[in-house]
């Protein structure tokens, strides 16, 4: 098993910055894609941004205002927020999905609260 924690999350007033950092418990050497997701109040789970263990980035959610990015040696993954919008508030979630040296996995972490205020 292998468990993600995320942190970095908080209150920041429209157009601000955060970004957040997911690190896993374990090596994530291997072929899989780390991502985050959000759920806001009354809405499904929507990828945000992903990233391959090659490094290539996918932006589903939001292009050009976020950036995501991984860290190997670190077992971390990053997801730079810029000119936040009150409808970026949300609890973000870290995904890993994919194979690590332990084998399969698809680990999510406890999610970390993301406020916008106007």
């Known amino acids: 098993q292998v468990q993600l924690v995320e942190s970095g999350g908080g209150l920041v007033q429209a157009g601000g910055s955060l970004r957040l950092s997911c690190t896993a418990s374990r090596s994530i050497l291997g072929i899989n894609t780390m991502g985050w997701y959000r759920q806001a109040p009354g809405k499904q789970r929507e990828l945000v941004a992903s990233i391959t263990s090659g490094g290539t980035p996918n932006y589903q959610a939001v292009k050009g205002r976020f950036s995501i990015s991984r860290d190997n040696a670190k077992n971390t993954v990053y997801l730079q927020m810029n000119s936040l919008k009150p409808e970026d508030t949300a609890v973000y979630y870290c995904?890993?999905?994919?194979?690590?040296?332990?084998?399969?996995?698809?680990?999510w972490g406890q999610g970390t609260q993301v406020t916008v205020s106007s």
């Open positions: 995904n890993l999905e994919g194979r690590i040296s332990s084998g399969r996995v698809d680990a």
